[in-house]
């Protein structure tokens, strides 16, 4: 059974930093491209940052690029996410889940519960 | 502003048949697959639909998916009280070099 455990949400002052950590079971983590998406408070999903199954490739929302970094460790099988320079629009529950790539197939095939993140004085 | 269009609600009794549009542009629908999550409160988004038109194991055929050009459906036959949920569409966008998602339909079940 694939289970995706998110932790390290918590509140953050603005410019302030948090790391985000995904443990992944269930599935051959070094083989899958990875991904996190969040939800801001009443609203819907949006899509933050991907990272590629070796770690040599990554993609990032406009949103985010230059402040947030993702990464992983195939030996831990856990996926991160650094944020730094928080902002109030930050603010949400951040989904890691495990993506499909494959030629002209991308989405999303199991995702986490999800871990919030509160950037507030 | 999301860049995949959807309807905020749609609503349908016990038994109806929905559709749920996404509407989107050249760089995204019109080159790639749409794929559609559900999401209840409090629970993890599920994958419902993938590639256009594909069902997950364990997904119920009342679930069925299409797409034309710029634009995509998710269609639920035979409604069912537990199908209340928030219904995503998303696509990978060429131009902005990463997934798109639609803001999302609220679906009641009356």
């Known amino acids: 059974e694939v289970q995706l455990l998110e932790s390290g949400g918590g509140l953050v002052q603005p410019g302030g930093s948090l790391r985000l950590s995904c443990a992944a079971s269930?599935?051959?983590?070094?083989?899958?491209?990875m991904s996190w998406v969040r939800q801001a408070p009443g609203k819907g999903l949006e899509w933050v940052s991907a990272?590629?199954?070796?770690?040599?490739?990554?993609y990032y929302a406009d949103s985010v690029r230059g402040r947030f970094t993702i990464s992983r460790d195939n030996s831990k099988n856990t996926l991160y996410l650094q944020m730094n320079s928080l902002r109030g629009e930050d603010t949400a529950l951040y989904y890691c889940a495990k993506v499909i790539a494959l030629e002209g197939e991308y989405y999303f095939d199991y995702w986490g519960q999800g871990t919030l993140v509160t950037v507030s004085a | 502003q999301s860049v995949l269009t959807q309807p905020p609600s749609a609503s349908g009794t016990p038994g109806q048949r929905v559709t749920i549009s996404c509407s989107g542009s050249s760089s995204n629908i019109g080159s790639d697959t749409v794929n559609w999550y559900q999401h209840l409160p409090g629970t993890a988004p599920k994958l419902l639909i993938y590639?256009?038109?594909q069902r997950p194991s364990g997904v119920p055929d009342r679930f069925s998916g299409s797409k034309s050009g710029t634009s995509a459906s998710l269609a639920i036959s035979g409604l069912q009280s537990e199908d209340e949920a928030v219904y995503y569409c998303a696509a990978w966008d060429d131009s902005l070099n990463g997934w798109v998602f639609g803001g999302g339909t609220k679906l009641t079940v009356l």
């Open positions: 269930g599935f051959t983590f070094s083989n899958s491209a």
């Open positions: 590639t256009n038109n």
């Open positions: 990272i590629s199954d070796n770690g040599d490739t990554t």
